[in-house]
């Protein structure tokens, strides 16, 4: 298999860039970049960049971008949380009580929601946030990690842009502690919730009954590799099913083999199991601290990239004729910022972002 080429273009966010989303804000048909920024830790100096995308791969600062958005902001869900039609964001303050929630105005611009920011009362402080309307009530809710007592909280959006606090809190494995996702795992139209349980090497899927509460699926938490971090969902195999893939959080495995990338592939129903060839070693990769899937090639061909933050590097696999995941580094600028793949112009293939938190910077690396 021929390596994949990439056309580099970097972007200058602010201090600290850490991580990425990806949504069209301004109704141009052109997907945007969302970065948040942690700024400074002991300070509440963190912000978030917003870049508008022209389609043809340029992108241009919106207007008041960045623009202030608390102490380390950790994660990013974007939605329409107060029904105007215009994409507003919802952000976890790592190391603080806070989610704040930021209402778009449909042209690129944020400002902060009344009764913003919120005390989300998680257990000792979130790190990661999801949106999605769990009660079915046309309402978007968030969902943020209670990680200290092994929970997952949810958020009761009001249609204005506000949450009921304090939520409603459901069990996980031990210690969710950075990262939770939602997708629909079982396919029966509500949103379910994935968590990555630090402590007992497992991840939970959590279902959804589209009424506001979570049950663990059945055989549910599954084992997804020492010290499960950072989580990516995503189709790999094609068979209309979600998937999961999951990084170790490397300072506290105990044996070089336990430093792979675990992929467990779902059945439609809430249930998982590891991928054959799994998991994917990450090899000189030191620091793996994001991970990322989705389409670099044609529509059929997936690929998973992981930033490697201590290393410097990215590690892309991708998949060969033959079925199998190769890999290679790509040379980073690096630091403990993230990546993910998304599509940024109207070509059919994704590019990959890197958040290089040591130069203030992200990079896009654009299939050639």
């Known amino acids: 298999m021929q390596a994949q080429e990439f056309r580099q273009f970097t972007l200058a966010t602010g ?31 963190g912000t978030i960049a917003v870049f508008l995308g022209d389609g043809l791969g340029g992108f241009r600062p919106a207007p008041r971008s ?39 105005d449909g042209h690129g611009t944020f400002h902060l929601a009344p009764g913003s920011p919120i005390d989300v009362h998680s257990y000792p402080h979130p790190h990661g946030v999801v949106v999605g309307d769990f009660n079915s009530d046309g309402k978007l809710d968030a969902a943020t990690d209670s990680w200290g007592n092994n929970q997952i909280e949810i958020l009761f959006g009001d249609g204005t842009g506000r949450l009921r606090t304090p939520g409603t809190f459901f069990p996980t494995g031990q210690r969710p502690y950075e990262r939770l996702r939602t997708a629909d795992f079982n396919h029966d139209g509500h949103a379910d919730i994935v968590t990555t349980n630090l402590d007992d090497s497992t991840v939970s899927i959590l279902l959804g009954d589209g009424r506001g509460n979570f049950r663990n699926a059945p055989d549910s938490p599954f084992p997804a590799g020492a010290k499960p971090w950072q989580i990516a969902v995503d189709d790999l195999n094609g068979d209309g099913n979600a998937d999961l893939i999951v990084i170790p959080y490397q300072r506290d495995i105990t044996a070089p083999d336990q430093n792979g990338v675990t992929v467990l592939l779902g059945d439609g129903a809430g249930r998982f199991k590891p991928m054959p060839g799994s998991p994917l070693p990450l090899g000189d990769c030191r ?20 930033a490697c933050a201590e290393s410097r590097t990215m590690r892309i696999y991708q998949r060969g004729a033959e079925g199998h995941f190769n890999a290679r580094d790509l040379p980073i600028a690096g630091g403990w910022g993230s990546v993910a793949i998304a599509h940024l112009t109207h070509d059919s293939r994704s590019a990959i972002i890197t958040a290089n938190a040591d130069a203030g910077t992200i990079t896009i690396y654009f299939p050639k």
């Open 15 to 45: 201090p600290s860039p850490r991580w990425i989303a990806v949504a069209d804000l301004n109704h141009d048909g052109n997907p945007d970049i969302v970065v948040a920024n942690a700024g400074s830790e002991n300070s509440d100096s």
């Open 66 to 104: 960045p623009f202030p958005a608390g102490h380390l902001p950790n994660d990013i869900a974007i939605g329409d949380m107060n029904g105007d039609g215009n994409l507003d964001l919802v952000v976890a303050n790592h190391q603080s009580p806070y989610l704040r929630i930021f209402l778009g």
């Open 287 to 306: 620091g793996p601290n994001s991970v990322g899937a989705g389409n670099l090639g044609d529509a059929s061909s997936h690929a998973i990239v992981v």
